[in-house]
């Protein structure tokens, strides 16, 4: 179905979190299990060279450096007070469809926001790059 396969490219939700996890350090018995990283908000964001690192799915903060000992809410909570999943501080399934709702349009804003600052800084070397363009002709006359 196409509206979730939108849906798990956001990782809203934990099953698409789980599932995102192609490699990782820790097995199931470990505090930072994929299900547990994935039940506190993280989606595998690694690469084959390194695989523990993950970011929220809400507001976007990556860590690694993981360690088996590492509690992913604690870590969570620590490293990004101000996301909106760690205000709450409870996995999907014990949350109010009124919540769950509210971290949806957060984490729409938070793609959004990222998107445009990309826009911005594309914009910003575009411009630099023709201003150098301009002075290289004008000095050349
Ligand atoms: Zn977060």
Same mark, same amino acid.
Request: glycine share 4%; net charge neutral; hydrophobic share 30%.
């Given at each position: 179905?196409?509206?979730?396969?939108?849906?798990?490219?956001?990782?809203?939700?934990?099953?698409?979190?789980? %599932?995102?996890?192609?490699? $990782?350090?820790?097995? &199931? #018995?470990?505090?930072?299990?994929?299900? +547990?990283? =994935?039940?506190?908000?993280?989606?595998?964001?690694?690469?084959?060279?390194?695989?523990?690192?993950?970011?929220?799915?809400?507001?976007? %903060?990556?860590?690694?450096? $993981?360690?088996?000992? &590492? #509690?992913?809410?604690?870590?969570?909570? +620590?490293? =990004?007070?101000?996301?909106?999943?760690?205000?709450?501080?409870?996995?999907?399934?014990?949350?109010?469809?009124?919540?769950?709702?509210?971290?949806?349009?957060?984490?729409?804003?938070?793609?959004?926001?990222?998107?445009?600052?990309?826009? +911005?800084?594309?914009?910003?070397?575009?411009?630099?790059?023709?201003?150098?363009?301009?002075?290289?002709?004008?000095?050349?006359?």
């Amino acid at each position: 179905m196409k509206s979730t396969s939108n849906i798990a490219k956001i990782f809203l939700l934990q099953e698409d979190r789980e %599932k995102s996890f192609k490699h $990782w350090p820790y097995k &199931d #018995d470990k505090k930072c299990s994929i299900r +547990k990283m =994935a039940e506190a908000g993280f989606y595998w964001h690694g690469t084959e060279q390194e695989i523990d690192i993950a970011a929220c799915f809400v507001c976007g %903060k990556e860590l690694d450096g $993981w360690e088996e000992s &590492d #509690d992913p809410w604690t870590e969570h909570q +620590k490293h =990004a007070p101000q996301c909106a999943f760690v205000k709450y501080g409870r996995p999907e399934s014990d949350l109010t469809c009124e919540e769950f709702g509210h971290l949806m349009m957060a984490t729409m804003k938070m793609r959004l926001q990222n998107q445009y600052t990309q826009m +911005k800084t594309n914009a910003k070397m575009f411009t630099e790059k023709k201003r150098k363009e301009m002075e290289k002709l004008l000095r050349t006359q």
